[in-house]
């Protein structure tokens, strides 16, 4: 795996984590507990922070990047993902906040200032604008990203699932 310093800054990660060899980690991110990092997932927290929560799991060919600051957006765009959340494959999230217990279909984009809320799934191929909010409890489809419906207590379980079944297949490369 390549983990690079940027400006002084390393990434870190927490306990039982798994970051595929592919993977290339540059500048200020922190990983929570039990994270897994799979194939060709590019991050790059250089002119901003990323905080990745506990038991996410991004998949492969996903890229993650942050807004730096400017005079007119004097925080700029950090990326925040919560905890079990499952990132599907070829995913692009640039300076956005994703809650807990969310996927995100794999090919979906996610723009700065973009918030999407606990228990959400994001549809694959859609595209949340920027400063969009997707709220908690519902699935989003399409680009540009809407409402498609409320979702069912099975489904809300089964974010939590998805996020658990990631923690099996991490543990299982972990052995190897």
């Known amino acids: 795996m390549s983990i690079r310093s940027f400006k002084g800054i390393d990434p870190t990660f927490g306990s039982n984590c798994y970051i595929d060899e592919s993977a290339i980690w540059i500048g200020d991110i922190q990983c929570g507990n039990d994270v897994s990092i799979w194939p060709l997932v590019v991050a790059r927290g250089d002119v901003n922070t990323m905080r990745i929560g506990n038991r996410t799991n991004i998949q ?8 730096r600051s ?13 905890d079990d959340v499952t ?15 969310i996927l995100v279909g794999m090919g979906a984009i996610i723009m700065d200032g973009a918030v999407v809320e606990d228990d959400v799934f994001v549809g694959a191929g859609c595209l949340v604008p920027p400063n969009k909010t ?19 207590e099975q489904e809300i379980a089964f974010l939590k699932t998805s ?6 297949t991490k543990d299982e490369y972990l052995a190897e």
Do not use: E, W
């Open 163 to 168: 996020a658990d079944n990631y923690l099996v």
């Open 134 to 152: 997707l709220k908690s409890g519902f699935l989003y489809v399409g680009s540009p990203a809407k409402q498609a419906r409320k979702l069912n």
């Open 60 to 67: 492969d060919a996903t890229m993650l990047h942050v807004t």
């Open 70 to 82: 400017s005079q007119s957006n004097p925080n700029g765009y950090p990326l925040v993902i919560g």
């Open 87 to 101: 990132i599907g494959h070829k995913c692009m999230l640039h300076g956005c906040t994703l809650g807990n217990r």
